[in-house]
């Protein structure tokens, strides 16, 4: 049976690349989006939180609902995941 695991070189080489792209990505989102994070959801709770206490409720409950469609999001495809894979 062939090894599945991959030499350290190639592996690191991969999360370098991912991390650039998801960096680049979030980057590009918050100043789009007017400070809102594509990926990164503890930014955009720490926002949440600090929009709350600086008064700013607009930022703070917009934060919330994307919050929310993230957890949502990631509960539905749990779901999807549990119903249609093979067992």
């Not at 998801?22 to 007017?34: C, E, I, R, T």
């Not at 600090?50 to 703070?60: D, E, T, Y």
Request: charge should be positive.
């Amino acid at each position: 049976m062939p090894s599945s695991i991959l030499p350290v070189s190639i592996s690191a080489r991969r999360v370098f690349i991912l991390a650039l792209v998801a960096g680049y990505v979030d980057a590009l989102s918050f100043v789009d989006l007017g400070g809102i994070f594509a990926g990164a959801m503890t930014g955009n709770t720490t926002h949440m939180g600090a929009s709350f206490i600086s008064g700013n409720w607009h930022h703070g409950l917009l934060l919330v609902g994307v919050l929310c469609v993230f957890f949502l999001a990631a509960i539905l495809s749990g779901l999807m995941r549990l119903l249609w894979s093979p067992a």
